[in-house]
């Protein structure tokens, strides 16, 4: 945990107000086997037109009406396969560490507290400084779906800003 704090205290120090090759978000999830909602925060680095790398933090509460109480830290690609001038959708590539708090009150004979979970998915986005998303992913490990939905501020950015309908200045982090 406390590298993931080093890491996106590193990213969001690094940018400035100028910076269109990173941005910083939040989200709440969804669980559907296990019925259970979370929330998470990510960094979203930009190092290449439509490719991202997006370290992420996200943990499911203990509420008495979730199933899974849980702490997953990891590392996302994605890849935007259409980009239109409003918005785009982008493939998920998840690798993370989960630490199952409540892993015990589990029924799986196979439950312990420290797992490693693979995931994928698809995503849609909007393109301006503020980015509402909305992500569908699988998880491989535990055969599990859950949708992530949140927003995305990139600082610096003026697409869609300049009044005249979204045809604003692009950011570079999109100049295809």
């Given at each position: 945990m406390?590298?993931?704090?080093?890491?996106?205290?590193?990213?969001?120090l690094?940018?400035?107000a100028?910076?269109?090759?990173?941005?910083?978000?939040?989200d709440?999830?969804?669980n559907?086997?296990?019925?259970?909602f979370?929330?998470?925060?990510?960094?979203s680095?930009?190092?290449y037109?439509?490719?991202?790398i997006?370290?992420?933090?996200a943990?499911y509460?203990?509420?008495s009406?979730?199933?899974v109480n849980?702490?997953?830290?990891?590392?996302a690609?994605?890849?935007?396969?259409?980009y239109?001038?409003?918005?785009?959708?982008?493939?998920?590539?998840?690798?993370?560490?989960?630490?199952?708090l409540?892993?015990a009150?589990?029924?799986?004979?196979?439950?312990?507290?420290?797992?490693?979970?693979?995931?994928?998915g698809l995503?849609?986005?909007?393109?301006?400084r503020?980015?509402?998303?909305?992500?569908?992913?699988?998880?491989?490990?535990?055969?599990?779906?859950?949708?992530?939905?949140?927003?995305l501020?990139?600082?610096g950015?003026?697409?869609?800003?300049?009044?005249?309908?979204?045809?604003?200045?692009?950011?570079?982090?999109?100049?295809?």
């Open positions: 406390r590298a993931f704090t080093l890491l996106i205290a590193i990213a969001f690094s940018f400035s100028q910076s269109q090759n990173i941005g910083i978000g939040a709440v999830m969804y559907f086997q296990t019925e259970s979370g929330a998470g925060a990510r960094v680095i930009f190092p037109n439509r490719l991202s997006v370290p992420q933090v943990y509460f203990p509420f009406f979730n199933k849980e702490l997953n830290l990891g590392l690609l994605e890849y935007k396969f259409i239109r001038e409003r918005f785009h959708i982008y493939a998920i590539a998840h690798g993370a560490y989960n630490r199952w409540n892993y009150e589990s029924p799986m004979a196979t439950a312990k507290p420290t797992n490693l979970n693979l995931e994928g995503g849609i986005s909007t393109n301006g503020l980015r509402p998303f909305l992500e569908y992913r699988y998880n491989i490990r535990f055969l599990e779906t859950h949708l992530r939905l949140g927003i501020y990139i600082p950015s003026n697409h869609g800003s300049s009044g005249s309908g979204g045809h604003g200045r692009r950011c570079d982090a999109y100049n295809n």
